[in-house]
């Protein structure tokens, strides 16, 4: 079975500090990745989804992510962070052997910026 | 206004009782599915529909049941047979295809008295 392994469960930087959180999935064949945050009592949204084609992808809000195959990882990256990325983050992850999509989310990691 | 609504909010169920949990989605997505979020776990796939009148169980199904009579809506019912129901429930919706991106609704808690 597919799982989604995210190792820093809670992160605490100040504002400007260099993101990275980890993920790392157990499948594999082909994936589609995404990273899902949660701010404090918001829905639960997109940040930036990999498919295929560049490993480097771009989503909102100046996050960035990169897929690397041979590691089995997505980690998520922001060269300097806000007060208002205070949030939880998710990564999940869809094999495309299923068919459909359905997604094995990670366990999360909650950011606190500190102004 | 287009989206994901859940009702309700915040929801109490005794010993022995049956809730729904109300998802509506305006959005014409085929799939919907329905999240269980517990501190440190992450979101766990309870139950999952790819189109009306049809739907199937995800990793955590036991204690739970679902119905997809309408494309907009899909209901969730916490059983008695769920022995740890306290939780943030979450439901989404999708286009189904392995790339589309999830929409989430706002969640309902529940919680047992």
């Known amino acids: 079975a597919q799982s989604v392994s995210q190792h820093n469960h809670h992160v605490i930087l100040s504002e400007a500090a260099s993101l990275e959180l980890g993920c790392n999935y157990s499948y594999g064949g082909t994936v589609n990745l995404f990273w899902y945050v949660q701010y404090p009592g918001q829905h639960l949204q997109l940040l930036l989804k990999?498919?295929?084609?560049d490993p480097l992808v771009k989503g909102i809000k100046g996050f960035e992510a990169e897929f690397i195959k041979s590691k089995f990882s997505f980690n998520l990256r922001k060269p300097s962070v806000q007060w208002s990325d205070t949030a939880e983050y998710f990564c999940?992850?869809?094999?495309w052997g299923t068919g459909f999509q359905k997604l094995v989310f990670g366990t999360g990691t909650r950011l606190l910026v500190s102004p | 206004d287009g989206g994901i609504t859940q009702s309700p909010k915040y929801l109490f169920r005794k010993e022995g009782q049956n809730v729904t949990l109300s998802c509506e989605q305006n959005l014409n997505h085929d799939a919907m599915y329905w999240y269980r979020q517990d501190p440190g776990q992450g979101l766990r796939l309870i139950y999952y529909s790819q189109i009306v009148n049809d739907f199937q169980k995800g990793d955590i199904a036991e204690g739970y049941s679902v119905s997809r009579e309408k494309k907009e809506s899909f209901p969730l019912t916490v059983t008695s047979a769920q022995k740890n129901p306290t939780a943030f429930y979450l439901c989404?919706?999708?286009?189904?295809?392995?790339?589309?991106?999830?929409?989430f609704g706002p969640g309902t808690r529940l919680l047992v008295l």
């Open positions: 990999y498919f295929s084609g």
């Open positions: 989404a919706s999708s286009g189904g295809g392995v790339q589309e991106t999830q929409y």
């Open positions: 999940a992850v869809n094999a």
